[in-house]
């Protein structure tokens, strides 16, 4: 499995536009590339998937260049209530165990 | 509809002590997993369930630990001779077929005194 890096924090202010990077230099040519959103004392919920170019849903737009070994996960005017640790994760759908693979994620503070 | 539900919601044991941890999936969920969390890091696969089977344990750390999906649907983890360093989050999760999608329940907080 492609394992992935993101940075460790970020720090943003409501209202802003936050861009969250991951690098995935190994990615395999079946591997999809999937966000998740952890709050503090739940489980994560799935934000958005990509295979390539952009996606967009009511939360987050997920943008992966042609190379695919990155992607960057975008939220558009957060506020207070979006933070939370973002994890990217890469994996295939076809792959028989289905087990997601978490790195540490990406802390993300919204201040006032 | 319903999500993914987990009980005990917290439970405090003590070293050398047997829990059970149990997890309800979606209605229809044929595929089910446990992670477990520990502070600061992200969830770490333990087992899979498609079904009734448990189609990969790879995660699970040694023989204390074991999970059952009997019929299908609730699935209980159940580790025997706890551990100090059991002391984690235990997250369920579950999908419709497998992939990449999956849905989490809130987890239980388990603490080895």
């Known amino acids: 499995l492609a394992k992935t890096t993101q940075p460790i924090s970020m720090d943003s202010y409501e209202g802003q536009e936050v861009n969250i990077t991951c690098s995935h230099n190994n990615i395999a040519t079946n591997d999809y590339i999937t966000w998740y959103q952890q709050f503090p004392s739940q489980g994560p919920r799935f934000i958005i998937q990509?295979?390539?170019t952009k996606v967009t849903n009511e939360v987050a737009s997920l943008f992966i260049p042609a190379d695919r070994k990155s992607s960057t996960l975008s939220l558009p005017r957060v506020s207070l209530s979006d933070t939370a640790v973002y994890y990217c994760?890469?994996?295939?759908?076809?792959?028989?165990?289905?087990?997601?693979?978490f790195g540490s994620g990406t802390r993300l503070l919204v201040r006032p | 509809g319903a999500g993914v539900s987990q009980t005990p919601s917290n439970k405090v044991t003590e070293k050398g002590k047997y829990v059970e941890l149990r997890c309800d999936p979606i209605?229809?969920?044929?595929?089910l997993y446990w992670y477990r969390q520990s502070l600061g890091q992200g969830p770490e696969f333990l087992i899979y369930f498609q079904g009734t089977g448990a189609a990969d344990d790879s995660g699970l750390p040694n023989d204390r630990f074991f999970a059952v999906r009997p019929e299908g649907s609730v699935s209980t983890l159940k580790i025997q001779r706890t551990e100090r360093g059991d002391s984690a989050m235990y997250l369920c999760?579950?999908?419709?077929?497998?992939?990449?999608?999956?849905?989490f329940g809130p987890g239980t907080r388990l603490t080895v005194l």
């Open positions: 209605s229809g969920h044929t595929a």
């Open positions: 990509g295979y390539k």
């Open positions: 999760a579950s999908s419709a077929q497998g992939g990449l999608e999956q849905f």
């Open positions: 994760l890469v994996g295939d759908p076809g792959d028989s165990s289905y087990k997601l693979i």
